[in-house]
């Protein structure tokens, strides 16, 4: 079973930068694809980006609008999303989630595996 952690959350003006973090631990060479999801109060969950293991392929929400980019670390069980211009409306939990299907998918319903997720805030 993997585990997955998220950090890097916090509070950031309009138009600031934050850097998320998702760490994988326990099996995850049978697991493949990093998916970013956030959840505003109310609101759905729904998918930000993702990328694929096998090829490094990434897919993005179309509300990102170039804003996040999703990247792994050097240590292959390490994912980041960069996210620029941050709008208030960005405010949301952020999780990381995982399948041992290898690829993307901006819907909750294809990933088995989830963090706990981190609060990113964005407000004056």
């Known amino acids: 079973q993997v585990q997955l952690v998220e950090s890097g959350g916090g509070l950031v003006q309009p138009g600031g930068s934050l850097r998320l973090s998702c760490v994988a631990s326990g099996f995850t060479m049978d697991y493949f694809p990093i998916a970013w999801f956030r959840q505003a109060p109310g609101q759905e969950r729904e998918g930000v980006a993702c990328?694929?293991?096998?090829?490094?392929?990434?897919e993005y929400a179309h509300f990102v609008g170039g804003r996040f980019t999703i990247s792994r670390g050097n240590a292959k069980n390490t994912v980041f999303l960069q996210m620029n211009s941050l709008k208030p409306e960005d405010t949301a939990v952020y999780y990381c989630?995982?399948?041992?299907?290898?690829?993307?998918?901006?819907?909750?319903?294809?990933?088995?595996?989830w963090g706990q997720g981190t609060q990113v805030t964005v407000s004056s």
């Open positions: 989630a995982t399948d041992r299907r290898d690829r993307c998918s901006m819907d909750p319903a294809d990933f088995s595996s």
């Open positions: 990328i694929r293991r096998s090829d490094g392929l990434t």
